[in-house]
């Protein structure tokens, strides 16, 4: 009997191995649903919708957006580490998943075993502004005022732990200053209360910065992207500028599960590369304040991991709590 009981069961494996061969094969054959950590109208989302419909032209299936907001996209990434890895539950995530595993003490998952990166499918880069009081141009000059004067000067942010706060705490620790941090609730805040005179120095995106930095309101000093930005391409970036290894910046990347056949993230990362080459969707996303980057699973695996490494450790060294 018991040969008989094995040949079914290999029987009944095989054909399970088979179907799901099939069904990758075939995928995708229905609707995909694509979760965004954060409520609609705001930067991520929008780099999803927009992605989202042009995608779902591609890949001949229409793919919704799931608005599961609150915890920083913790609940969003959890449904999603939870999920079938069946290409059929995505995620868009953003700069802030890499964050949440060093402000974070537990994390209903882990931030790189329970997931599969597919394609970063944009960056917005922030700046480093300061007031015009100061009476500086160069981050060299910022460096030199900071140190001259320890714990005197103000940065703000959009809250503890956003990347607009580890911005400013990575710089400081490369150039190895002192400046108080102040945050606010969100970035809107921040912006209108050092617009206000409540503080002189702070990394806004940069799309939300140009308009009080053409205004003469924002003197803006370097980009915190490792290359220069389209959108203000003489403006050097902090790392050219003399503070060596800093990067950081905003972005969104599409991601599934752990487990995600590579059948279908090939499939995923091919149409998502394709489509963010056309001159409708950049523009699309350029007019959003975002610059398209695209590239490997690989590639965005690695700045992932990178990333979460970079922030674990500041948030040690520096007692972020």
Known sequence: MKPVVWSSAIAVLAGGFHGDAIAQANYPNKPIRLLVGFAPGGGTDTIARIVAQRL?????QQVVIDNRAGANQIIASEIVAGA??????????????AINPAMQEKLPFDSIKD?????????????????????????????ALARQ???????GSGGVGTPSHLSGALFASLNKIRLEHIPYKGSGPALAAMLGGEFQIAFPQL???????KSGKLVALGVTTSRRSAFMPDLPTVA??????YEASSWAGLMGPAG????VVIKLSEATNRLLKEAEITDKLFNQGAEVVGGSPEQFAATISREIAQWKKLVVAERIK
């Open 149 to 155: 004067k320890p714990n005197q000067l103000l940065y």
């Open 260 to 263: 995600l056949p590579k059948q």
């Open 115 to 143: 997931f599969t990166p597919i394609t970063m499918a944009a960056t917005a880069p922030n700046v480093l502004v300061v007031q015009p009081s100061l009476a500086i141009k160069s981050i060299p000059d910022l460096i």
């Open 84 to 97: 079938r890895p069946d290409g059929y539950t995505l995620f868009m995530a953003s700069a802030g998943f």
């Open 56 to 60: 779902g032209d591609v890949l001949g």
């Open 207 to 213: 799309s939300t910065g140009i308009p009080h930095i």
């Open 240 to 245: 050219e500028s003399g503070t060596l290894g």
